[in-house]
């Protein structure tokens, strides 16, 4: 049997803090190992405990999550970072994937989502939450005008699969609900994924979706 999966919880408010933490101890494969209030006090516990994975909020005093985030992630490595905040807007979200999250989720998601995503992060997983998707396309749109976006050409062609799976990445989908869309194992869409990491040079999700969108390969309805 693997070890649960240990979850440090962060946010200034504690009715959020004792609801995700009701949430994952309910899970039977994740334990929450802490709490923290502000981000300084995240970064303490973060040395301390751990983690695999910490449940991060954006804004709080102190010491913010974007600043946590980069300091975890930099000095723990192994900690995977999940933003979980009630922004959508790319003031936020992209300087928290920048600082190193893994994750980026509204605290009005599901619980179940909220579990999926901890198990996904945690097994190497970039996953973001169908709105962020939308706000991070806009950005890069943005950010590439006015010149126009690189041809499709421009990047290695991918197998109708390989395709498959970015335009699902593109939807704001895990490997798990990728693998339910496309019917086939979680296995056969990592290997799709790494594929297209490999073609591309990129490093995670985040990039492959940043590079799609660019070359106008992936529509979002």
């Not at 040395?47 to 974007?66: N, T, Y």
């Not at 995977?80 to 009630?86: D, F, L, S, Y």
């Not at 600082?99 to 190497?124: C, M, N």
């Not at 995670?204 to 529509?219: C, K, M, N, P």
């Amino acid at each position: 049997m693997p070890d649960d999966i240990r979850v440090l919880v962060v946010d200034d408010e504690a009715l959020v803090r004792h609801a995700f933490g009701f949430f994952v101890n309910a899970a039977d494969d994740m334990d929450v190992v802490g709490e923290a209030q502000d981000g300084k006090v995240a970064l303490t516990m973060a040395r301390s405990l751990r983690p695999d994975v910490v449940l991060m909020d954006i804004q709080m005093p102190v010491m913010d999550g974007v600043a946590a985030t980069h300091a975890i992630t930099q000095e723990l490595p192994e900690t995977r970072v999940v933003a979980v905040t009630t922004f959508t807007t790319t003031h936020y979200v992209v300087p928290a994937l920048r600082a190193g999250a893994s994750g980026y989720l509204l605290k009005d998601s599901a619980p179940d989502e909220l579990i999926d995503t901890i198990r996904a992060v945690h097994q190497g997983e970039y996953v973001l939450a169908r709105q962020i998707v939308g706000a991070l396309v806009d950005t890069v749109r943005q950010d590439s005008a006015p010149e126009p976006p690189s041809p499709a050409e421009a990047l290695p062609a991918l197998t109708a699969r390989e395709a498959d799976v970015v335009q699902l990445i593109a939807e704001g989908l895990s490997n798990r609900q990728i693998a339910q869309r496309m019917a086939v194992s979680e296995a056969t869409v990592k290997t799709h994924l790494g594929s297209v990491l490999h073609k591309w040079d990129v490093r995670d999700r985040t990039q492959v979706l940043i590079a799609a969108v660019r070359s106008g390969l992936v529509t979002l309805t």
